[in-house]
């Protein structure tokens, strides 16, 4: 029998966890042929999600938990479901039911036909604000045109894979993950499934307008160096034209003499090449600072309970 592991983050889920189980639960059992597990990533709630998951391993072991010293967030919380994962296949998965399980038999008849990756994508945007909607959507276009990946718009972290795609996700070290890019960036035969975008079971959101525009930001930078070649590319075209520029002044003083007027074009031409600079030196710095971070090779997250144990 192949066994199937269920990774699902956890920040502060006390609300809902409880009722995901169950929900996940009663579609499992219609499944016949498969092993289960759980695996979930309390990511150092400040709530009582780790009781509640302790509470649920004792009456039924199919369910495993990771918890970390504090919050890593979501990227280091699936990084380390899949790192303890031994399944043939790997599912995962939001613990606040917006993902619907009632997917999880589809997704495993396409992975058996053959897919490496079953993902879901939302169909629509409902229940998502309307600014978080276009941005998001312009998010992806752009990313899309200059990065090496394509993360198709609505698709999350909702995903099965097999054994392998997971290995290779798992190759990939870099310790500042964005999972969309990296999916995407592994390849493999991915089939995708539409849903439709249902609110939370229960609690918020953990995402605001500014950790989204972080989010965004990252995404970006971690798959393509495009933003840098604008600098370069600016740089080009400012410098060029203002030695055009360069040479029409000299030629008109020698031919006209001095001429002191021209404040406002001066100052309009400093203050917009300053601007230039500054952009480019903030898209420098993004870079820099990926590298900085990644030089350090600090671990992606720091675990203090686990009723896994080891593989071999
Ligand atoms: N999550 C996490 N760590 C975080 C933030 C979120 O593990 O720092 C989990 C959260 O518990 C949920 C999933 O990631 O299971 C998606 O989070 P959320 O529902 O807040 O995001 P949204 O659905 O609004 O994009
Ligand atoms: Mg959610």
Do not use: H
Request: aromatic residues 14%; proline residues 2%; contains cysteine.
């Amino acid at each position: 029998m192949k066994n199937i592991d269920i990774i699902v983050p956890c920040f502060n889920e006390s609300q809902v966890i409880n009722l995901f189980y169950e929900t996940v639960e009663k579609t499992l059992k219609n499944i016949e042929g498969y092993n289960f597990k759980y695996i979930f990533v309390d990511d150092g709630s400040k709530d009582n999600t780790l009781d509640i998951l302790k509470t649920l391993a004792k009456t039924d072991e199919k369910v495993k938990y990771i918890s970390f010293s504090r919050n890593f967030g979501k990227e280091s919380a699936m990084y380390a479901g899949l790192k303890k994962s031994t399944g043939d296949m790997v599912l995962i998965m939001d613990s606040d039911l917006q993902n619907p399980p009632s997917m999880i038999p589809k997704m495993i008849y396409y992975i058996e036909e053959g897919y490496d990756c079953c993902g879901g994508y939302r169909a629509s945007r409902k229940g998502d604000g309307k600014i978080r909607t276009f941005l998001t959507n312009n998010f992806y276009k752009i990313t899309n045109k200059i990065s090496e990946v394509d993360m198709p718009n609505g698709a999350g972290d909702f995903r099965m894979m097999t054994r392998k795609m997971v290995n290779a996700i798992l190759a990939l070290s870099e310790v500042q993950r964005f999972s969309k890019g990296i999916f995407s960036w592994v390849g493999f035969n991915t089939k995708w499934l539409s849903f439709e975008n249902v609110e939370r079971a229960g609690g918020v959101s953990k995402w605001n307008f500014f950790k989204l525009f972080s989010y965004a930001i990252d995404g970006i930078t971690a798959f393509s160096t495009f933003p840098l070649r604008i600098a370069s590319i600016l740089g080009f075209f400012i410098s060029s034209s203002s030695f055009l520029y360069l040479i029409y002044i000299v030629l008109k003083t020698l031919i006209f003499g001095v001429d002191v007027a021209g404040y406002a074009s001066i100052i309009t031409i400093n203050l917009f090449i300053g601007g230039i600079i500054i952009l480019s030196c903030g898209i420098l710095g993004e870079y820099i600072g990926k590298i900085y971070l990644e030089v350090k090779k600090r671990p992606i997250y720091i675990m203090t309970e686990t009723n896994i144990e080891d593989k071999k």
